[in-house]
């Protein structure tokens, strides 16, 4: 389906791995151009840049280190991006990090409150100066874990942890929608289910078992390529009267109290 992204601009922050990677490669394949940031994992991304190295959009696709923890690099990577492809039109929030069962400390749980709940807000204040005046669309990532409890240990403490930073990531993207629209900026969030391919999720054969079982939704877990066409959707033109909107990509997982029914001890 052609969402009319072609030759637009857009920021996918995490955009070398995972999801994010799965985003930027979608939207490189609509044409679009592509500022794919990332934290720190330089093989990662050069592997990306690599990998798109024989195809045409290649062209359109940057990669650029910024620790989205420290706020001097939100300003570098607007000026990289800026500088490269001109005004924004769109801005992907997709990193994040999830803290070890193991290491819950107050630093560590803050870091990440910092990166998957603060930092996208603050990098969209930042960018509002940055968006095309033709209007820009603004997608944040969130999971269905920000209200799905995960009750398998070991992981329970730290899946709470962070799916509240993602409430708080949906609740300031309702509250900032307000004054974005006023500036032509839209804001909305995907909230996706466990996301096959995903470098936060379980391991793949846990989750694979876990689903074939699973009393609620579609009984498969989302694939990177459901979780890219909505987000593709949100960007586009197709969605130009949509705002403030959380779009589950989650098979129904989102209406289910518990993410599974909980083990036996
Ligand atoms: N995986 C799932 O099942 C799932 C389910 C629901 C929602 N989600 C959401 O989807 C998004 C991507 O998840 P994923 O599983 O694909 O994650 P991932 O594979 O671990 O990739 C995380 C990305 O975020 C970047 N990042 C981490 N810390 C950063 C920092 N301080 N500054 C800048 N960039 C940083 C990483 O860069 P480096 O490569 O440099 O580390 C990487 O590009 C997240 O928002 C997550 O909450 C995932």
């Known amino acids: 389906m052609d969402f009319g992204l072609a030759g637009k601009a857009i920021l996918v922050t995490g955009g070398t791995r995972g999801v994010g990677r799965g985003i930027s490669e979608a939207l490189l394949d609509a044409g679009a151009r592509v500022a794919a940031g990332y934290g720190g994992n330089h093989e990662e991304a050069k592997r990306f840049l690599e990998s798109r190295a024989t195809e045409k959009s290649s062209r359109g696709l940057l990669v650029i280190p910024a620790d989205l923890a420290r706020e001097e690099d939100h300003e570098k990577l607007l000026d990289a991006v800026r500088e490269a492809f001109g005004p924004l039109d769109g801005l992907v929030n997709g990193a994040a990090i999830k803290v070890p069962e193991d290491q819950l400390g107050l630093p560590q749980l803050a870091q990440m409150a910092v990166v998957n709940a603060i930092a996208p807000v603050s990098l969209t204040y930042r960018a509002l100066d940055f968006f095309s005046p033709r209007g820009a669309s603004v997608v944040n990532i969130l999971t269905v874990l920000k209200e799905v409890y995960y009750p398998e240990p070991p992981q329970a403490r730290a899946m709470v942890h962070h799916g509240a930073s993602k409430g708080y990531l949906e609740t300031a993207s309702k509250l900032m929608m307000d004054e974005c629209r006023h500036r032509g900026v839209r804001v909305n969030c995907i909230a996706p289910g466990p996301t096959r391919g995903g470098g936060l999720s379980k391991s793949e054969a846990t989750h694979a078992e876990r689903f074939r079982h699973g009393q609620y939704g579609m009984k498969r877990r989302a694939e990177i390529a459901d ?39």
């Open 227 to 265: 979780v890219a066409a909505a987000v593709l959707f949100l960007l586009s033109p197709c969605s130009s009267h949509i705002t403030g909107q959380t779009l589950y990509v989650a098979g129904g997982q989102e209406r289910a109290p518990f993410f599974y029914p909980r083990q036996k001890e």
